[in-house]
């Protein structure tokens, strides 16, 4: 099974394919964690996309693209996430032909609804484990009482340098320009399903395994 996970920033995309993939086995393809380990490790991708994802923008078709390219055929048997990805037009344009290439197709295309200022709650109170990854937030899971990470004892975190207000207004913005538009794109199709993301993760969870289950 191939599925789209779309939403605004802070949605809950990355959240629940994180869960998908432990619970189901399927297969991450996160464009924003590609970029940001693009730009960590200084490659051209990665020097290119800095500066734009700093601010808050998208980074090219052309980019983004070939990255899932690059790692589709990884995801060929126990199916694919696309967490951020598509976000234009001519992305989702892109991922057809790469998966009709591969005799592959998607089966749904998940769109997560929340409000813009709960967004903004979620988005700047957010940090992660510098060592293990693991996420919190400065309300829903705050680490302040100890410091250290309940499930590494690292005491170092980090914050995204594009999670702060002003970036994040500019980042939905974007997702209401260029992302919700390729919406009637899939409804043609048939493939959206609408889920509640101002529910709780589990309620949201819950709703996901509804519809991939076909109940
Ligand atoms: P990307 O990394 O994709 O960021 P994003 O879309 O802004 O999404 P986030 O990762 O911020 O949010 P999310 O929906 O995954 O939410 P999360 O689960 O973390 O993109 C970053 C940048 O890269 C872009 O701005 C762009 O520049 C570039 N880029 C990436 N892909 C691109 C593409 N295809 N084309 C062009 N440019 C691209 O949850 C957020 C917080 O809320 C967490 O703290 C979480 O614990 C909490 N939370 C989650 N669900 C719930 C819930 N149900 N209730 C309460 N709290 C919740
Ligand atoms: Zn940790």
Do not use: W
Request: glycine letters at 8%.
């Amino acid at each position: 099974m191939n599925i789209i996970l779309l939403g605004p920033p802070g949605a809950g995309k990355g959240t629940q394919a994180a869960r998908l993939e432990v619970l189901r086995g399927m297969v991450q393809l996160s464009t924003g964690d590609m970029l940001r380990e693009a730009v960590a490790a200084g490659t051209p991708v990665g020097l290119k996309a800095k500066e734009v994802m700093a601010r808050g923008e998208l980074v090219s078709d052309a980019i983004v693209s070939a990255l899932i390219g690059e790692r589709l055929d990884a995801s060929a048997d126990k199916g694919a996430i696309f967490d951020g990805f598509p976000r234009t037009k001519h992305q989702a344009e892109a991922l057809e032909m790469l998966l009709d290439e591969r005799d592959r197709k998607l089966d749904y295309v998940i769109e997560l609804v929340v409000n813009e200022d709960e967004l903004v709650k979620r988005i700047t109170g957010r940090f992660t484990c510098a060592k293990c990854g693991t996420g919190y937030h400065d309300n829903f899971r705050p680490t302040k009482v100890t410091g250290v990470c309940d499930a590494c004892g690292s005491t170092e975190f980090n914050r995204r340098p594009d999670d702060n207000e002003q970036t994040v207004r500019t980042r939905m913005a974007e997702y209401r320009a260029k992302t919700e538009p390729i919406l009637p794109y899939y409804r043609e199709r048939s493939l959206v399903r609408q889920v509640d993301g101002m529910a709780s993760i589990d309620e949201v969870a819950a709703q996901i395994d509804a519809i991939l289950d076909g109940r």
